[in-house]
């Protein structure tokens, strides 16, 4: 809970103000029981009401804790299933100590490699909702694979590897880069941006405490996710069989897919608007073409360019973010 003064800083809202109020884009309106109002037309300000005392968080909807069980499904499915590859390559593929930690590590480089693709297609083709259900499909898809090509019949038979490759590296690699891209920026869309009034007077609902409260549920249902994957899915290998241990994580995650498809009617959906890495390179492009010299950075001639779609602001962020780069790659 905090406390907040009507001359406090004011929120800045997403282009997603579309989704929420009628479409004015007058000096300011009201939706509902949100207030807004907005200063200019390029950022759109959600200003604090006049009798404001102090905000809270608001109570998460219903769509909302949706997404956030898939996330729990999803992680227990990652997590339960992955801790297994290395002793599975190893027990039953009869691959080697550095062979099976090698594949391993591709895994992961899969997993996380492929997010940049998939909020590239979120953003410019398909937007979240659908992005996420694709990849998730994918994800489901190699998990059914990978249990049925640890089947006795498949390992005898010398499918085994072949199985583990394509169902890991082909689907669920990019299974799970497409969904660690957008499913935590789709949960934090499902709340609508504004001050919403309680029954205290003085007391209104203030959105940004209530994303706070949206990512601390969401990570609690990745640690949860994880634990229980992690506990239950060694024991199923165990106590039955690699097959079996495969596809619990499968059911689960099916499970996970419905549930966040049974929201698909009552989610916010942003339309994709086009990704941020086209601009960065059309950005770039221009700014090598035409350096000068004299100037403190390379981007410096993309400064105070006319008819493109980027502007100084956005010139001065990609320079800092260069910048923060070369603290990874030193």
Not at 174 to 187: D, R
Not at 250 to 273: E, L
Not at 295 to 322: K, M, P, T
Request: proline content about 3%; aromatic content about 14%.
């Amino acid at each position: 809970m905090t406390t907040r003064s009507p001359d406090r800083e004011a929120l800045i809202a997403s282009p997603r103000r579309a989704s929420i109020d009628s479409g004015n884009d007058s000096g300011g309106e009201s939706y509902g029981r949100y207030s807004f109002d907005y200063a200019d037309d390029d950022v759109d300000v959600i200003r604090p009401p006049d009798d404001m005392v102090r905000t809270i968080p608001g109570k998460l909807s219903i769509w909302t804790l949706l997404v956030v069980i898939m996330e729990l499904c999803e992680r227990f499915a990652h997590y339960g299933g992955s801790l297994m590859f290395t002793i599975y390559l190893q027990k039953i593929l009869h691959q080697n100590k550095p062979q099976a930690i090698a594949l391993n590590r591709g895994t992961q480089f899969m997993s996380y490699g492929t997010t940049i693709l998939g909020a590239v297609i979120a953003d410019q083709w398909l937007g979240k909702f659908k992005t996420i259900l694709v990849f998730a499909s994918l994800y489901f898809i190699g998990f059914v694979l990978l249990a049925i090509s640890s089947t006795d019949y498949s390992v005898d038979r010398g499918y085994g590897l072949a199985g583990f490759g394509i169902s890991v590296f082909l689907f669920i690699g990019f299974g799970t880069g497409g969904i660690k891209a957008n499913v935590s920026s789709f949960m934090a869309e499902q709340i609508p941006l504004g001050y919403k009034a309680t029954k205290v007077p003085g007391v209104y609902e203030d959105s940004k405490l209530t994303i706070e409260r949206g990512f601390r549920y969401f990570y609690w249902s990745i640690n949860l996710g994880a634990f229980f994957g992690q506990l239950i899915c060694p024991q199923v290998a165990k106590l039955h069989s690699y097959a079996m241990a495969f596809t619990v994580p499968a059911i689960v995650f099916f499970v996970g897919i419905v549930v966040f498809i049974a929201g698909s009617k009552r989610y916010i959906k942003t339309k994709p608007q086009g990704t941020v890495l086209t601009k960065v390179w059309c950005c770039m492009r221009y700014a090598r073409n035409s350096r000068k010299e004299g100037r403190s950075h390379w981007l410096d001639g993309a400064l105070g360019a006319r008819n493109v779609e980027w502007n100084d602001e956005f010139v001065i962020g990609l320079q800092r973010s260069l910048r923060a780069c070369k603290i990874f790659l030193s």
